[in-house]
């Protein structure tokens, strides 16, 4: 038995570094694709949109949008459900709150609104 204890002790680094990265690869993963809408192509406002999203949001609301631990989860139905006015939640990516980041600076306003429409309609 006492072996048995031993060895357990003497993994526990490895053990330690498989849960890290298991947790990691949880924060991973690509953002869904913008589908094929109507007309036969993909709206290109949306494209944009997943472009924003996986260059600047991802980080900490995750690709898929379901959250991490720097940032809430926004995905299915979420961001409509806090924000019913676009405006409200474009208000709060341009000008950042408490540790979410401003993108006023870095996004324009067609590039906030795009980002917000791609969370809402693809998430
Ligand atoms: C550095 C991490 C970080 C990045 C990058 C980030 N966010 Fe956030 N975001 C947060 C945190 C933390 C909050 C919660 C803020 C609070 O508690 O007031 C938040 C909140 C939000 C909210 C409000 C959610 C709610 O339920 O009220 C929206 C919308 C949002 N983020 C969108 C975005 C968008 C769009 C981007 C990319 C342009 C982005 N975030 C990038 C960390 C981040």
């Given at each position: 038995?006492?072996?048995?204890?031993?060895?357990?002790?003497?993994?526990?680094p490895?053990?330690?570094?498989?849960?890290?990265?298991?947790?990691?690869?949880?924060?991973?993963?690509?953002?869904?694709?913008v589908?094929v809408g109507?007309?036969?192509?993909?709206d290109?406002?949306?494209v944009a949109?997943?472009?924003?999203?996986?260059?600047?949001?991802?980080?900490c609301?995750?690709?898929?949008?379901?959250?991490?631990?720097?940032?809430?989860?926004?995905?299915?139905?979420?961001?409509s459900?806090?924000?019913?006015?676009?405006?409200?939640a474009?208000?709060v990516v341009?000008?950042?709150r408490?540790?979410?980041?401003a993108f006023?600076?870095?996004?324009?306003a067609?590039e906030?609104?795009?980002?917000?429409?791609?969370i809402?309609?693809?998430?």
């Amino acid at each position: 038995m006492m072996a048995v204890r031993e060895a357990v002790i003497a993994l526990r680094p490895l053990i330690l570094a498989l849960c890290l990265a298991v947790a990691a690869g949880c924060g991973s993963g690509t953002s869904p694709e913008v589908g094929v809408g109507s007309e036969g192509t993909p709206d290109p406002v949306l494209v944009a949109g997943r472009s924003v999203y996986v260059d600047r949001c991802a980080s900490c609301h995750d690709a898929d949008g379901s959250g991490t631990g720097s940032g809430p989860r926004l995905n299915q139905g979420r961001l409509s459900q806090a924000y019913p006015d676009p405006d409200d939640a474009a208000e709060v990516v341009a000008n950042g709150r408490d540790r979410m980041p401003a993108f006023g600076g870095l996004l324009s306003a067609g590039e906030i609104d795009a980002v917000l429409r791609y969370i809402s309609e693809v998430l």
